[in-house]
C-alpha cells in the first residue's frame, strides 16, 4: 500500500518559533508538493521540488522554506512562525511522467 | 488567481440523488484530476481525464471536459451517504508537473 506520511496530523506552535513539518513518501516519487490549505481559499502551493536538493518556488513561498536531502523525505520549514501560517498543511508526490498525486493526511498546524 | 474554480461551493442533496459539480480553468491544460477529501484528511485521487478526451467514466463517476469552455464537470450517479466530502479539480500543463487546484465543492449527501 502506497504511503504518503506527514510527521504529525495536529501542532501547535508559538509565534516566532522555527517549526519543520516532515513529509516521507515511499513510492520512489521524483516529485514532491507541500500545499497549505485555507476554507475558501483551496489548496495553494508553496514550495515543490522536482529532484533531491532541487526546489521550485510555488505561490506562496514567502516566510517558507524546503529541504529536500534525500528522494524519499520533503521538509517544510517555517522559519518563524506567525498567527497567519495556522492553517492545514498537505503534502504530496507525484511519479515522473504520471499524473496521480499521493496526498498525506495532512498537518493542521496552530500558530499562538 | 485560482486556475481552476469550481461550482457551487456547496451542495446538499438526498441520498439516491445525482450530484454534479463544475470546473472552470483559464489557461490550457494536458490533464484535468478530481480529487475528493473527506473532513480533516488528505486528498484521495478519483479520476482522470486528458485534454484531448471528452468523457470518461468510473463506477458512478462521470467526467466530462469541454476545452472551448475551459470547463470540466464530475458527476456522481445514485449518491450515498459515504459519498459526503470535498471535492477538488486540479489541472497540469504537463504530467508529473505542479498541479493547481481549485477551491472545492462541499458535498452533504443526505440519508
Known amino acids: 500500500d502506497v504511503k504518503v506520511t506527514q510527521s504529525s496530523r495536529y501542532l501547535v506552535k508559538r509565534t516566532g518559533e522555527k517549526v519543520f513539518l516532515e513529509c516521507v513518501q515511499d513510492?520512489?516519487?521524483?516529485?514532491m508538493f507541500w500545499y497549505r490549505q485555507d476554507p475558501g481559499l483551496g489548496l495553494r502551493l508553496i514550495y515543490f521540488s522536482y529532484d533531491v536538493k532541487m526546489k521550485e518556488k510555488g505561490d506562496i513561498p514567502e516566510g517558507y522554506s524546503v529541504s529536500r536531502e534525500k528522494k524519499e523525505r520533503f521538509s517544510l520549514i517555517l522559519e518563524s512562525a506567525s498567527t497567519n501560517q495556522t492553517s492545514m498543511y498537505l503534502c504530496?508526490?507525484?511519479?515522473?511522467?504520471?499524473?496521480?498525486?499521493?496526498f498525506g493526511q495532512g498537518t493542521r498546524l496552530t500558530v499562538v | 488567481s485560482q486556475q481552476g474554480e469550481e461550482d457551487p461551493q456547496a451542495l446538499s442533496i438526498q441520498e439516491g440523488e445525482n450530484a454534479t459539480m463544475n470546473c472552470s480553468y483559464k489557461?490550457?491544460?494536458?490533464?484535468l484530476q478530481w480529487y475528493r477529501q473527506n473532513s480533516g484528511r488528505g486528498l484521495v485521487h478519483l479520476i482522470l481525464?486528458?485534454?484531448?478526451?471528452r468523457e470518461k467514466h468510473s463506477g458512478r463517476l462521470r467526467v466530462t471536459l469541454d476545452t472551448s469552455k475551459k470547463s470540466s464537470s464530475l458527476l456522481i450517479t445514485a449518491s450515498r451517504a459515504a459519498d459526503t466530502a470535498s471535492y477538488f479539480c486540479a489541472t497540469d500543463k504537463t504530467s508529473g508537473s505542479r498541479l493547481t487546484f481549485g477551491e472545492g465543492t462541499q458535498l452533504t449527501v443526505n440519508p
Open positions: 481525464i486528458r485534454s484531448n478526451e
Open positions: 489557461t490550457s491544460i494536458n490533464n
Open positions: 504530496a508526490s507525484i511519479g515522473a511522467g504520471k499524473t496521480e498525486a499521493f
Open positions: 513510492m520512489d516519487h521524483e516529485n
